[in-house]
């Protein structure tokens, strides 16, 4: 009974650990969401710049014009000009890797706290008056970006921290034992607000994710689909990529399936796209084209690089099925993007050139030249 509890404490302890760090999922399945992560925080962010940048303008001229204090002008100018800088950063793409966008969504969080600071202690109106704008805002934190606990809640602590010391700065007696305690139990509610939905934020994403993959994956070989490998290919043609389109085709693999069956045909297949995934890069679009055919797009890679390449492949297809009952081989055709970026076109010069090597005899690659 006793090593119960202290498993049990163990994997409570895991799972909190988890929580905190990971959003309740595994690191694996965290690491592959962040790409998705930044960007729905980005689009946040930048949503949010606009808002606070009209609102920042419109209470700016209206304390200048006196129509609202003059005292709180310097907080409404502040909150206007730290918009305009977030949104141009935001909108002209400058956050491309993950520190930077943690980084400057820290940055923009806090300039729109530091304006609630400003604006519920220095510059207020009223040292008498109960401070609103900056408790509100440590409310609706949690619900502007989606973070871990890990950061997001010694940063709301710190910034209630702060507030605490300025209350006692320039707020009178009267006032800060109330407003503290506000900021206090606010602070708190957003913690439990962050811990409750940054977890269920995180798993619609690894959810839509997960479907994405579903809908662009193999699911014998775990490669790419034909459909989703075609629309990534074009896309990087369209951006002007250059590199070298294959197509790969088992030979006499309905033999095989004749022999032996379709699951040891399945199980070919299964080996084979692991072969190609040995032998392409991170960067590479590989693809079941349908039946016993693949296609392969080796962005930025030139003829010289591309046989190095096949070279391992066709060595690594020798090795597989070197002790099997049978010995697979394969074709393929291989067409570069010096004649043409257009992905029909490029298709049948690799088609034409898997022709050629299946007419000489099979088991090894042409590089073909469109005219």
């Known amino acids: 009974m006793q090593y119960t509890y202290k498993l049990m404490a163990l994997l409570s302890f895991k799972r ?62 502040f909150l206007f000009l730290s918009s305009v800088f977030f949104l141009v950063l935001r909108y002209r793409k400058m956050l491309a890797k993950p520190f930077s966008c943690y980084l400057t969504g820290y940055a923009q969080i806090f300039a729109l706290l530091l304006f609630g600071l400003l604006n519920s202690t220095k510059f207020s109106p ?17 619900f502007l970006m989606t973070d871990i606990p890990r950061r997001i809640v010694p940063f709301l602590l710190l910034n209630t921290a702060a507030y605490c010391v300025l209350l006692r700065i320039y707020k009178n007696e009267s006032v800060i034992a109330l407003d503290t305690v506000n ?20 798993h619609g994403m690894a959810n839509s994710l997960y479907i994405e993959k579903e809908r662009d994956t193999d699911a014998l070989t775990g490669l790419l689909t034909k459909q989703s490998a ?13 590199g070298m389109l294959a197509i790969i085709d088992l030979d006499n693999f309905k033999h095989v399936n004749d022999a032996f069956g379709h699951l040891y045909g399945d199980e070919v297949l299964m080996k084979v796209a692991a072969c190609i995934k040995e032998n392409t890069r991170r960067t590479d679009i590989a693809a079941r084209f349908g039946g016993d055919e693949f296609v392969i797009f080796y962005p930025d890679m030139d003829k010289d690089a591309v046989r190095a390449y096949a070279d391992n492949f066709f060595d690594a297809i020798n090795k597989t099925f070197e002790h099997e009952k049978v010995h697979v081989t394969c074709s393929m055709g291989l067409q570069d993007t010096d004649a043409t970026r257009d992905y029909e076109t490029l298709f049948r010069g690799a088609d034409a050139a898997l022709y050629e090597s299946k007419r000489s005899g099979k088991n090894r690659y042409y590089i073909g030249g469109l005219p």
């Open 126 to 142: 009223d040292p008498d008056s109960n401070g609103t704008i900056f408790v509100v805002l440590l409310l609706v934190i949690p």
């Open 230 to 242: 075609r629309v990534l290919t074009e896309t990087r043609l369209a951006h002007g990529a250059t």
């Open 16 to 77: 909190l650990w988890q929580h905190i760090n990971y959003g309740s999922l595994s690191k694996t399945v965290y690491t592959e969401i962040l790409p998705l992560r930044i960007k729905e925080n980005n689009d946040m962010l930048k949503r949010l710049a606009l808002i606070t940048l009209v609102f920042g303008c419109v209470l700016t001229v209206l304390a200048l014009s006196g129509i609202l204090s003059r005292s709180v002008a310097p907080a409404y100018l």
């Open 183 to 202: 900021a206090i139990f606010v602070c708190l509610i957003s913690c439990m607000c962050n811990w409750l939905f940054s977890a269920k934020g995180f």
